[in-house]
């Protein structure tokens, strides 16, 4: 078979520069003021605004006398850059074998929480994503200017990565806390600051992270990892583009069809190349589109947020309607781009490229038939919403192109169509559109079935390897939880196991009859800012008795943006997300709590629904693939761990009969996860 493209898969990047101003701890001391700020004006993107530069100049004033004693001892680093969070650490410090991350509060009397969280997250940020960061001592520290000088507090117990607990101290004391903490923390060896500079700084960001990083002009190189046990996500986005350029050069119209496990950033790939291509006047432009709900309001809005900060940080007011009116034009809830196509059933979509996220999710023809005439009120509607979506950009009549970003084992709820439909109606109607599948579409859980059989006749049908994504980068500290899942779900009992052992290390997993027991685990776990919260299958009615009801209201955008503070933030832990809430996004720690909707027993899985006062048999395939699916989304929401909770149950009480939740409990225990 001819080869249309060439996929450039170097994923080569620039160096580029992180930080504003860099010197020798000696030489920063013997510096001229004005000489360190001329040289960090020089680097600063935006407009420096006088009160940045006041607070550079009592900066550099304070850390001149503060770094004094320790003047042969390492390298000091102004606004660092950690592209992954979209913002600068003040200052890094690399003195003997301590990395101190330290955050200035000029000004500033007291210590926040808030800023507490955000100087342990750029720690984290380090410990996490920095190559040469990994192994060394790292201290974060908070320095309110104008505090009063108080006893130094260092906590000697850490996490089990030399992570230190964030130290909080005035200005005068600033000197003593490196002292102590250098005297507290000896082990290792003394950073080399060259070899420290050149660790490469591989992220795996939230999709939330991702996509205000993108939408802020970052690369996708800058913000995700680029390891070797890790498929390049450069090499995918630059084998879309070069379809993309390829098609409008031709005059082609073409699909590219890309898989991936869960959490190995097809989503992300989708936003890099929509914010490539936001410019409405230029041919490229391009749309995301999603029919994930929530996916798409948390995404929304945090990008305005984002853009609200940014603009401030130049010195530009901006309303958040305003930054929203500007994000709603690249990410559209697909509903909204197909009922836009309804009103001119002749005229072509502004986009010439269309990317679809969870295209498997699209809709079957007994669905969208059925949406149409009870909502639209279009009688005989004869199009599947795969079918239709393709004759939209279809009335282009130079070129176009078509993205579907597919999961595997991702339908959850009734009428979505799976990839097959997207193959089948290219099959019935759209003869001369190019296809290029991932080459692991045959795998089992895409579904594709007969239909990817009939593609291999067609004289413009090409597989290409870089179409998929077989990691998950979801969880940087475990790269096989997608794997331990598929094979807890499938009950391979042995395989499971093995992988356990393998994750356990760095992915703690594990189990308890207890919510409170539970709660307490996360609260343990999570530092800075790092993002928990309860899932539960949107089955799990018999919850109440542990204060969990999945059908009280909530808000995915406070539960996946709004701080710790906020009752209906995630934090609080009383308002819960289903499978529907979560599907697409992610979170650092997660609580999964398994009701009896969903119940182990020797033969297989049994699939229950309650409905009244009982539990009522599923016996609908579809709908029990829909609900082990739920399960899939809900076990592979966590980014570092998470704790399982299968409740005791009540004999008192027949519709949560212990009976119903101890063999599920039996088999986690069977799996070897460490119990709490």
């Given at each position: 078979?001819?080869?249309?493209?060439?996929?450039?898969?170097?994923?080569?990047?620039?160096?580029?520069?992180?930080?504003?101003?860099?010197?020798?701890?000696?030489?920063?001391?013997?510096?001229?003021?004005?000489?360190?700020?001329?040289?960090?004006a020089?680097?600063?993107?935006?407009?420096?605004?006088?009160?940045?530069?006041?607070?550079?100049?009592?900066?550099?004033?304070?850390?001149k006398s503060?770094?004094?004693?320790?003047?042969?001892?390492?390298?000091?680093?102004?606004?660092?850059?950690?592209?992954?969070l979209?913002?600068?650490?003040?200052?890094?410090?690399?003195?003997?074998?301590?990395?101190?991350?330290?955050?200035?509060?000029?000004?500033?009397?007291?210590?926040?929480?808030?800023?507490?969280?955000?100087?342990?997250?750029?720690?984290?940020?380090?410990?996490?994503?920095?190559?040469?960061?990994?192994?060394?001592?790292?201290?974060?520290?908070?320095?309110a200017?104008?505090?009063?000088?108080?006893?130094?507090?260092?906590?000697?117990?850490?996490?089990?990565?030399?992570?230190?607990?964030?130290?909080?101290?005035?200005?005068?004391?600033?000197?003593?806390?490196?002292?102590?903490?250098?005297?507290?923390?000896?082990?290792?060896?003394?950073?080399?600051?060259d070899?420290?500079?050149?660790?490469?700084?591989?992220?795996?960001?939230?999709?939330?992270?991702?996509?205000?990083?993108l939408?802020g002009?970052?690369?996708?190189?800058?913000?995700?990892?680029?390891?070797?046990?890790?498929?390049?996500?450069?090499?995918?986005?630059?084998?879309?583009?070069?379809?993309?350029?390829?098609?409008?050069?031709?005059?082609?119209?073409?699909?590219?069809?890309?898989?991936?496990?869960?959490?190995?950033?097809?989503?992300?790939v989708?936003?890099?190349?929509?914010?490539?291509?936001?410019?409405?006047?230029?041919?490229?432009?391009?749309?995301?589109?999603?029919?994930?709900?929530?996916?798409?309001?948390?995404?929304?809005?945090?990008?305005?947020?984002?853009?609200?900060?940014?603009?401030?940080?130049?010195?530009?007011?901006?309303?958040?309607?305003?930054?929203?009116?500007?994000?709603?034009?690249?990410?559209?809830?697909?509903?909204?781009?197909?009922?836009?196509?309804?009103?001119?059933?002749?005229?072509?979509?502004?986009?010439?490229?269309?990317l679809?996220?969870?295209?498997?999710?699209?809709?079957?023809?007994?669905?969208?038939?059925?949406?149409?005439?009870?909502?639209?009120?279009?009688?005989?509607?004869?199009?599947?919403e795969?079918?239709?979506?393709?004759?939209?950009?279809?009335?282009?009549?130079?070129?176009?192109?078509?993205?579907?970003?597919?999961?595997?084992?991702?339908?959850?709820?009734?009428?979505?169509?799976?990839?097959?439909?997207?193959?089948?109606?290219?099959?019935?109607?759209?003869?001369?559109?190019?296809?290029?599948?991932?080459?692991?579409l045959?795998?089992?859980?895409?579904?594709?079935?007969?239909?990817?059989?009939?593609?291999?006749?067609?004289?413009?049908?090409?597989?290409?390897?870089?179409?998929?994504?077989?990691?998950?980068?979801?969880?940087?500290?475990?790269?096989?939880?997608?794997?331990?899942?598929?094979?807890?779900?499938?009950?391979?009992?042995?395989?499971?196991?093995?992988?356990?052992?393998?994750?356990?290390?760095?992915?703690?997993?594990?189990?308890?009859?207890?919510?409170?027991?539970?709660?307490?685990?996360?609260?343990?776990?999570?530092?800075?800012s790092?993002?928990?919260?309860i899932?539960?299958?949107?089955?799990?009615?018999?919850?109440?008795?542990?204060?969990?009801?999945?059908?009280?209201?909530m808000?995915?955008?406070?539960?996946?943006?709004?701080?710790?503070?906020?009752?209906?933030?995630?934090?609080y832990?009383?308002?819960?997300?289903?499978?529907?809430?979560?599907?697409?996004?992610?979170?650092?720690?997660?609580?999964?709590?398994?009701?009896?909707?969903?119940?182990?027993?020797?033969?297989?899985?049994?699939?229950?629904?309650?409905?009244?006062?009982?539990?009522?048999?599923?016996?609908?395939?579809?709908?029990?693939?829909?609900?082990?699916?739920?399960?899939?989304?809900?076990?592979?929401?966590?980014?570092?761990?998470?704790v399982?909770?299968?409740?005791?149950?009540?004999?008192?009480?027949?519709?949560?009969?212990?009976?119903?939740?101890?063999?599920?409990?039996?088999?986690?225990?069977?799996?070897?996860?460490?119990?709490?």
């Amino acid at each position: 078979m001819a080869l249309w493209l060439d996929c450039d898969d170097s994923g080569v990047l620039s160096k580029m520069e992180r930080y504003y101003y860099k010197s020798d701890i000696a030489n920063f001391i013997n510096a001229s003021e004005a000489a360190i700020l001329g040289e960090m004006a020089s680097n600063n993107s935006f407009t420096l605004e006088t009160s940045q530069r006041d607070a550079w100049r009592e900066e550099i004033l304070i850390l001149k006398s503060a770094l004094m004693p320790f003047s042969g001892q390492g390298r000091i680093y102004f606004e660092y850059s950690v592209p992954r969070l979209g913002k600068r650490i003040d200052v890094v410090a690399a003195v003997g074998r301590v990395l101190f991350i330290l955050e200035f509060k000029v000004g500033e009397r007291d210590f926040p929480a808030q800023a507490i969280d955000q100087v342990w997250d750029y720690a984290l940020d380090l410990k996490n994503f920095h190559e040469t960061s990994h192994h060394c001592t790292i201290a974060p520290v908070l320095i309110a200017t104008a505090a009063q000088p108080k006893n130094i507090s260092i906590a000697t117990t850490q996490m089990h990565d030399s992570l230190i607990f964030p130290i909080k101290t005035g200005t005068e004391k600033l000197s003593e806390v490196i002292r102590q903490v250098l005297l507290t923390f000896t082990e290792g060896s003394v950073i080399d600051p060259d070899i420290w500079e050149q660790g490469r700084y591989s992220p795996t960001p939230t999709i939330v992270e991702a996509a205000m990083a993108l939408y802020g002009g970052h690369s996708v190189g800058e913000i995700s990892r680029r390891d070797a046990s890790a498929v390049n996500l450069n090499a995918t986005s630059d084998c879309i583009t070069q379809i993309i350029k390829t098609s409008k050069t031709k005059g082609y119209k073409s699909v590219c069809l890309l898989t991936g496990v869960p959490g190995a950033g097809k989503t992300l790939v989708g936003l890099n190349i929509a914010t490539k291509h936001t410019d409405k006047n230029n041919d490229l432009y391009s749309v995301f589109l999603s029919g994930n709900g929530p996916l798409v309001a948390v995404l929304r809005k945090a990008l305005a947020r984002d853009k609200v900060r940014r603009e401030k940080d130049a010195g530009r007011r901006m309303k958040e309607s305003e930054a929203m009116s500007e994000v709603k034009m690249f990410i559209q809830n697909v509903h909204n781009f197909r009922d836009e196509c309804l009103i001119d059933l002749g005229r072509p979509p502004i986009e010439h490229v269309a990317l679809f996220d969870e295209a498997q999710r699209a809709w079957n023809l007994e669905q969208t038939s059925s949406f149409m005439r009870r909502k639209k009120h279009i009688a005989n509607f004869d199009q599947s919403e795969p079918e239709f979506l393709l004759s939209c950009m279809d009335r282009h009549s130079d070129w176009a192109v078509v993205v579907c970003l597919v999961g595997g084992g991702q339908e959850i709820n009734t009428g979505e169509a799976g990839i097959s439909e997207w193959i089948e109606s290219l099959l019935r109607k759209f003869p001369d559109w190019y296809i290029y599948a991932s080459s692991r579409l045959t795998d089992s859980e895409y579904a594709a079935g007969k239909a990817l059989e009939l593609l291999k006749g067609r004289r413009n049908f090409q597989t290409v390897d870089e179409l998929h994504l077989s990691v998950s980068m979801r969880s940087f500290r475990a790269e096989n939880v997608s794997l331990l899942v598929k094979q807890m779900l499938d009950l391979d009992e042995n395989a499971a196991n093995k992988t356990r052992q393998q994750v356990e290390a760095t992915y703690p997993i594990v189990i308890t009859r207890s919510v409170q027991k539970a709660k307490d685990w996360l609260r343990q776990k999570a530092r800075g800012s790092e993002r928990y919260g309860i899932v539960v299958s949107s089955q799990a009615l018999r919850l109440k008795p542990d204060a969990i009801d999945v059908r009280s209201p909530m808000d995915p955008i406070h539960w996946f943006l709004n701080g710790k503070e906020d009752v209906r933030s995630s934090y609080y832990l009383e308002d819960v997300a289903t499978e529907f809430h979560v599907q697409g996004l992610e979170l650092d720690w997660a609580c999964v709590t398994w009701d009896a909707d969903f119940r182990y027993a020797q033969a297989g899985w049994e699939h229950w629904s309650f409905c009244g006062d009982r539990w009522n048999h599923i016996r609908k395939v579809e709908r029990q693939t829909y609900q082990k699916n739920a399960y899939r989304v809900l076990l592979t929401r966590a980014r570092q761990g998470m704790v399982v909770v299968v409740p005791p149950g009540d004999a008192a009480d027949p519709t949560r009969n212990p009976a119903f939740y101890d063999p599920i409990y039996g088999y986690l225990q069977r799996l070897g996860f460490n119990e709490i």
